[in-house]
């Protein structure tokens, strides 16, 4: 599901059939939770079946299973037969919905409560939904959309082809270093000394999304600025100047 520009942006909570409102956290409410935890929050939406038997240290038993067995795997059967990541997943979804969420066993679900105590069923978020909510929450923080879902693959000769795509793409994100510049630390202190309305005080309260929108808008209209100067002083000649660039849109080029 790809959300539209406005949403993303807009403060509010989006909703959606079943799984009600969906936040987009404020740079306030990430520093209370600490950003380690929320990385680790981001990094549970984005997991494979692969990534979990790595986190497990268990790549052994994956790698044994047959190519057909990799791709019947779910992501939300492994981490939800997990009791130990029952409690994360719980404080996980509590953070990024507006309800409050329980795992039932009986339900095999997260059951949605809108009131604290608990007493009606607002939602739930089950096998079939964790998938598109997790796409969802990714993309209210700036991120891409999980790795296709090989489960619906029926051609051996596909899924094989889909599997050493993800194996690639993993092992290139493994072996990436971390660019310094990009650390959200940097990032808010850069716009918030840049933007003529925002700064350190005022910045906690807008959304992870909202930043990262207005660090990249800020670069090209920074571009855009020098190339304006350059053409007013020198002149165009080769109509490369493209008056129009400052409002680009960012929601298609950088997701």
């Known amino acids: 599901m790809k959300l539209d520009y406005f949403h993303l942006l807009s403060p509010e909570p989006m909703y959606f059939d079943y799984i009600g409102g969906v936040k987009c956290p404020t740079l306030r ?13 981001l990094s549970i939406l984005s997991m494979t079946p692969e990534s979990y038997y790595t ?8 790698e ?24 994360t ?10 309800a ?48 296709d879902d090989l489960s619906k693959i029926k051609s051996k000769r596909a899924l094989s082809i ?14 990436a270093k ?10 808010i202190s850069a716009v918030a000394n840049k933007s003529p309305s925002l700064n350190i005080y005022n910045i906690w309260d807008i959304t992870v999304y909202q930043l990262w929108d207005a660090f990249y808008r800020t670069c090209s209209n920074s571009i ?9 002083a020198y002149g165009d000649k080769d109509h490369h100047f493209d008056a129009n660039a400052w409002f680009q849109n960012f929601n298609h080029n950088n997701q």
Not at 89 to 98: G, P, Q, S, Y
Not at 162 to 175: A, I, S
């Open 55 to 62: 986190l497990v240290q268990q790549t052994g038993i994956y």
């Open 29 to 41: 409410e990430i520093s209370r939770l600490s950003y380690p935890v929320y990385q680790m929050y």
């Open 224 to 232: 855009y600025d020098i190339q304006s100067m350059s053409v007013a």
């Open 89 to 98: 997943l719980e404080a996980m979804l509590d953070f990024f919905l507006t």
């Open 100 to 147: 409050a969420p329980k795992y039932n066993k009986e339900h095999r679900a997260f059951l949605l409560y809108e009131d604290e105590k608990q007493s009606e069923c607002s939602g739930f978020v089950s096998r079939e939904l964790w998938s598109q909510l997790c796409d969802i929450i990714l993309q209210r923080n700036y991120l891409k959309p999980k790795n």
């Open 178 to 187: 971390a660019d310094k510049n990009m650390e959200i630390g940097n990032i």
């Open 162 to 175: 889909m599997q050493k795509l993800q194996k690639g793409r993993e092992n290139k994100k493994l072996h």
């Open 64 to 87: 044994r299973l047959s190519h057909q067995e990799q791709a019947s795997l779910d992501i939300f059967d492994l981490l939800t037969s997990d009791s130990g990541m029952l409690p």
